[in-house]
């Protein structure tokens, strides 16, 4: 079974300071990890996954998250936040073999983007 | 494309009444989710239908929950009766192919037990 620790329950930021959103994870098997975001009533929207390869994955938007096999981690980051970042942010996991595709997911991070 | 359609957004109830929600996944995708988000907590599984067929509902409680997918399209969630802790946003989401990294979500049913 796999399961997901994301540290800290909220984290205030100020706008265009760096942010990091720690997670860490206990899986027997090898793991495929995602970031998802949500915004206030919305759904979950995929924000970067590992899948494999380099372990430095990065979106669109300018997040980033490393895998980190030995620390069992997938920490993201962002250099510089802006105000429509404030969102819950989730970390999950899923196992990359033995065919069960069930996303096992974190408490979420909520991050505030202060003016 | 279409994203997946859930209805209702938000429903009141109150306990010992019960609930129904439907959710509409992307057109072919074969496998649909149903999650429970608490708040204050990430979403859990519930149940997992490939097509037409349940692949895992061993946290689905069975004893007040029921899902169905009968034609392989669309689903309904029930809960009857409804209990308190029941309170809670309940997300559908589609695979094509029940890859984790396909997923798509809906936008959720918040249901809240009085």
């Known amino acids: 079974a796999q399961s997901v620790t994301q540290l800290d329950s909220q984290v205030p930021v100020f706008e265009e300071a760096p942010v990091e959103l720690r997670c860490n994870y206990s899986?027997?098997?090898?793991?495929?990890l995602f970031w998802y975001v949500q915004y206030p009533n919305q759904g979950l929207q995929l924000l970067l996954k590992?899948?494999?390869?380099?372990?430095l994955v990065e979106s669109i938007n300018g997040f980033e998250a490393e895998f980190n096999k030995s620390q069992t981690s997938f920490h993201l980051r962002k250099p510089s936040v802006h105000i429509s970042d404030t969102a819950e942010y989730f970390c999950a996991v899923s196992p990359s073999q033995g065919g069960s595709e069930k996303l096992v997911f974190g408490k979420g991070t909520k991050l505030t983007v202060n003016p | 494309e279409a994203g997946v359609a859930q209805s209702p957004r938000y429903k009141i109830i109150e306990k010992r009444q019960s609930v129904a929600f439907w959710c509409n996944p992307i057109?072919?995708?074969?496998?649909l989710y149903w999650y429970q988000q608490i708040l204050g907590q990430g979403p859990k599984l519930l149940i997992q239908?490939?097509?037409?067929?349940?692949?895992?509902d061993s946290q689905l409680p069975k004893d007040r929950f029921s899902a169905e997918r009968l034609k392989g399209v669309d689903s309904t969630l029930k809960i009857q009766p409804a209990k308190l802790e029941d309170s809670a946003v309940y997300l559908c989401?589609?695979?094509?192919?029940?890859?984790?990294?396909?997923?798509?979500f809906g936008s959720g049913t918040r249901l809240t037990v009085v």
């Open positions: 239908f490939q097509n037409n067929g349940v692949v895992d």
């Open positions: 590992y899948l494999s390869g380099s372990t």
């Open positions: 989401a589609s695979s094509l192919d029940g890859r984790p990294y396909g997923y798509t």
């Open positions: 899986s027997s098997v090898s793991v495929y």
């Open positions: 057109s072919g995708h074969a496998t």
